[in-house]
């Protein structure tokens, strides 16, 4: 019985998660506060906006932007609603110290009547329908972004590394170019030395003519 009731108590807290992803919250748009549907995302704004992007070009719709929301027209996708309407999105940083979660605020209403709204299809009320498309995108694109970067700090460490090999190859030439001036230098010591020892017994010799 008590494992009946951990089992229970469990599935209704994932049950109450899963439904919490999508909310209300207020957001302003055309400069007055509306209420509109609200959900959060754990990854960078730049990210999920273009995960929605992708989300919805795979029904044929591209947004156009104004202030910060992208507006899909003219949408005939059950998924998003149960008849045709405009879609707005707008999606920010949660926090400052929340920098890689993101808060989208979304509604749907008539084609080219933002003032009159349109009912949302169930599935984008709930974890499994326009949330997880949209979590499940943005998991994608990220690590489509973390790859392109990775390849760009892999082209770099060995565009830094052949230019390390090309300077080693350049020293070794002028070390050995200095490896034989310095021994063309002891040559010309040993040759200049005797050449002094040369001209010291010269001197020598005068200096005792001036003594006889």
């Known amino acids: ?8 108590f469990a599935f209704l807290a994932h049950s109450t998660f899963l439904h919490a992803q999508v909310g209300e919250g207020e957001v302003e748009f055309n400069g007055i506060k509306r209420t509109v549907k609200r959900m959060e995302i754990n990854n960078e704004p730049d990210i999920v906006e273009q995960s929605i992007k992708n ?12 202030k910060g929301w992208l507006i899909f027209k003219d949408v005939d996708d059950r998924e998003v609603s149960d008849e045709r309407s405009d879609l707005y999105v707008k999606v920010e940083r949660k926090s400052r110290k929340e920098k890689e979660v993101s808060v989208v605020y979304f ?15 169930g599935s984008m009320l709930t974890s499994d329908g326009f949330y997880e498309q949209v979590s499940a995108e943005s998991v994608a694109s990220k690590l489509e972004k973390d790859i392109a970067e990775q390849e760009e700090a892999a082209k770099k460490a060995e565009k830094k590394y052949d230019d390390l090999v090309k300077e080693q190859a350049s020293l ?27 001209q010291r017994k010269m001197l020598e010799q005068l200096k005792s003519k001036r003594n006889s």
């Open 1 to 8: 019985m008590k494992g009946f009731f951990l089992l229970l």
């Open 107 to 121: 509604f749907t209403s008539k084609p080219n009547d933002h003032a009159t709204p349109v009912p949302l299809a």
């Open 55 to 66: 989300r919805m070009a795979k029904s044929g719709y591209k947004p156009k932007e104004s």
């Open 172 to 198: 070794e030439k002028k070390i050995k170019g200095l490896q034989d001036d310095l021994e063309s230098n002891k040559q010309k010591q040993q040759s200049q030395s005797r050449e002094v020892e040369n």
